[in-house]
C-alpha cells in the first residue's frame, strides 16, 4: 500500500523560502516529487499538511496540493493493477513523466528559472531549447533517443548556422544540463546518459580577450564629441565600466546615487550577489557631474536607460538592460571608426581592457579583489590572456643571436 503528503523540504532557496513537496512511500521507502511551489516557513502548518491563510495564495495552492494527491493516487491505483512488487523509483518515474519528453523536463526547467527571477539566464536558455527543438522538428522527443549521434548532427546543424564554438558549446551544455535533471527526478535511466567518457564530451573552446590599449583609450578619453549625443553617453557608460574595473554593464545601469557614498561606489554585483566597495577615481566625478542635473531622489539610477522602470520589475529591467547593451555598442562602433581604432569596441570589452592594461603591474591577489572572482585561479586563468612579457622574453633568449 502505497500513501502520499504533502511535505515542506528543509532546504531553502536563495530567497528564503521551502519548496513543498509530495511524499510517495511504500513499503517503508519513500520518494518526493518538487510541486514547485515555494513559501516561507511561517505560512506552512506542518500538522495539517496544507499551506496557512496567512499565506495570499494558501486557497490556490492548497488545491493544487490536494488535486496533485488525487491524480498522483489515482495513477498509483492504475499502475498496481495487475502489476504487483513496484518500487517507489518507478512509481515516481511514471508519476512525473510517464513518455520521458525532453522538452517537458526543459519547460519544467525554464519555467523553475523564471519562478526564480533568473531573466538572464532564462533569456539565454530559452533560445537554445527552442533552437534544439527546431533541429528536431518535433515538439516531444523521448530522452532516451537524445544519443551522441543526434547531438553530433545538431553540433552541424549549427555550425551550418554559423554559430561561434563557444555558443554551440552553450547549446549543448543546456541539453546535458536538462538531462542531469531529468536522471536526478527518476525519469530516465543514467544508462541513457549521452554524455561523458567515450561519448559527447563538452570542451570549452579558447577563446581570445582582445582589450585597448592605453593609447586607445586616450584615444577615446580625447576624442571630441557633442555633449548629450548618443556616442557622447556611450562613451560616458564606457569608460565609467572601465574606471571602476571593467563593471558589468548590468551593474552600471543598475547603479543608483544612494550606492556612491563618502567617496566611494558600493553596490552589490548582479552575477553573483557580491557586495563591492571602490574607490571613486576623479574621472568618474567628471562623468557623474554630466548626470547630476538629473537627479530627482537618492534612489534614482545614475543612467538613464532604466529610468520609469519599476525597480521590481526584475524581468522588465534586464529586458532593458539587454536592449540598451546593444544599443551603446552600436554607438561604440561609431566611436571606434571616429578615433581610429581598429579593434571592436563593446561595453564587455572594458574589463578585457582594464586587463591588458593592468598587465602584470598589479599583483594577482588586487586584480582577484578588483575582478571580484571568487577564486585567484578564475583571476590566473583570466588575466594569462593579456600577460605575454615572460613569453616574449623567452622566446627572444632563444633567436635573439
Known sequence: MSTISAILRKKANKQGQYPIYLRITKDRKSTFINLEQYINKSDWDEKAKRVRKSHPNSVRLNNLISKRISEAGAKIIDMDIGVHNQDVKSIRKKL???????????????NNLERLEKYT????????????????????????????PL?????????????SQRTI???????????????????????????????????????????????EVKKMENLELEIGSQEWHA?????????????????VLKTKWSEIQDG??????????????LKIPDKILVILSYYKKDKTANDDYIFPELKGIDKQNKKAIVSTTSNADKNLNKYLKRIAKLAGIDKKITMHISRHTFGNISGDKISIQMLQKLYRHSS?????????NFIHKDVDDALDSVIGF
Open 121 to 148: 539566464q532564462l533569456n539565454s536558455d530559452k533560445p537554445r531549447v527552442n533552437s534544439f527543438r527546431s533541429f528536431l522538428k518535433c515538439e516531444k522527443f523521448p530522452l532516451e533517443q537524445i544519443t551522441v
Open 376 to 384: 585567484i585561479t578564475t583571476t590566473v586563468n583570466y588575466q594569462s
Open 235 to 251: 562613451r560616458n557608460v564606457w569608460l565609467f565600466s572601465f574606471y571602476f574595473a571593467g563593471i558589468r554593464v548590468a551593474d
Open 151 to 163: 547531438l553530433k548532427s545538431f553540433q552541424t546543424y549549427l555550425i551550418e548556422k554559423k554559430l
Open 264 to 277: 566611494r561606489l558600493q553596490y552589490r554585483m548582479n552575477k553573483n550577489q557580491k557586495l563591492v566597495s
Open 169 to 215: 558549446t552553450n547549446y549543448l551544455i543546456i541539453i546535458r544540463t536538462i538531462y542531469n535533471s531529468a536522471i536526478r527526478d527518476g525519469i530516465v535511466d543514467a544508462k541513457h546518459y549521452p554524455f561523458g567518457r567515450n561519448k559527447m564530451q563538452i570542451k570549452f573552446p579558447e577563446t581570445q580577450k582582445v582589450g585597448l590599449t592605453e593609447e
Open 96 to 110: 512525473i513523466n510517464s513518455d520521458n519528453d525532453f522538452f517537458t523536463v526543459a519547460d519544467n526547467y525554464l
